[in-house]
C-alpha cells in the first residue's frame, strides 16, 4: 500500500513540477483559439482554472503563464493575417479573463504575476522590437482600467522592467504597432473579435479548397 502511494505521490509531483515559464498554457491558448476565436472570457477561465487544479500552480503562477502565452502567441504570429487576432486577444481579451480569474480586490497576485514576467525579458524585449511600443505598458493600462491594478501599482511595475538601451521604443505614429492600434480600438472590441472570428474561418475554408 504504502508502494501505491509513493507511486501516486510521485505522479503529483511530476505533474506540479514544469518550472517558469512553461508551455501548458501557451499551447492550450493556440488550440483554443484556432478552434473557436470566439470563446467567452467565462468559459476560457473556467477552463484555465481546470489546468491550474491540474498543475497545481497558484494564482499569480497561472495569471502570469496566461499573459505570458498570449504575447509569446502574438510574437509567432507577427506579420501574418492573424496578427490582429492575437493582438485583440492579448491586450483586450486577456485582462477580462483576469477579471473573471481574479476578485477586484485581488491585486496582489496580479502584480506577483508581472513580476514573473518581468523574469521573462526577452519576449518583452523582441515584443518591443516588433511594435516600436511597450507592449507591458499597453497591457499594464488596460489592467489598470478594469481596477486589477492601480495606477501606482502600474507605475511601480514599470519602473522594474529594465529596457535594453539600444531598444528604440515610441517611434512610430500612436496607431502604428499592433498592441496601441488595438487598444484604439477598444471600444469596438465585440464587433472586432467577432468579425476576426469569421475572418479566421472564412480563410481556413479557403486554405482547404
Not at 483554443?32 to 476565436?37: A, E, I, Q, S
Not at 481546470?50 to 498570449?70: I, N, P, T, W
Request: net charge neutral; with cysteine.
Amino acid at each position: 500500500m504504502s508502494g501505491a502511494k509513493e507511486s501516486a505521490k510521485e505522479s503529483s509531483d511530476a505533474v506540479n513540477s514544469e518550472k517558469w515559464p512553461g508551455s501548458l498554457i501557451q499551447c492550450w491558448l493556440a488550440v483554443k483559439l484556432t478552434g473557436n476565436p470566439g470563446s467567452s472570457t467565462a468559459v476560457l477561465a473556467e477552463q484555465l482554472q481546470v489546468l491550474q487544479r491540474l498543475k497545481g500552480f497558484s494564482d499569480s503562477r497561472l495569471y502570469a503563464e496566461l499573459m505570458r502565452g498570449s504575447l509569446l502567441a502574438l510574437y509567432n504570429v507577427s506579420q501574418t493575417s492573424h496578427e490582429s487576432q492575437w493582438g485583440a486577444f492579448a491586450f483586450l481579451k486577456v485582462p477580462h479573463i483576469l477579471l473573471d480569474l481574479a476578485a477586484k480586490s485581488d491585486t496582489i497576485n496580479v502584480v506577483t504575476a508581472v513580476e514573473l514576467m518581468l523574469q521573462h525579458s526577452p519576449l518583452l524585449d523582441a515584443m518591443d522590437a516588433n511594435s516600436s511600443c511597450s507592449s507591458l505598458k499597453c497591457l499594464l493600462d488596460e489592467l489598470a482600467k478594469i481596477r486589477l491594478l492601480s495606477e501606482p501599482q502600474v507605475k511601480h511595475l514599470l519602473e522594474k522592467r529594465k529596457i535594453p538601451p539600444t531598444l528604440k521604443l515610441d517611434t512610430v505614429p500612436a496607431t502604428t504597432g499592433i498592441p496601441k492600434a488595438i487598444i484604439f480600438a477598444e471600444s469596438t472590441i465585440a464587433g472586432i473579435l467577432k468579425t476576426l472570428s469569421t475572418d479566421y474561418h472564412k480563410i481556413q475554408r479557403q486554405n482547404t479548397v
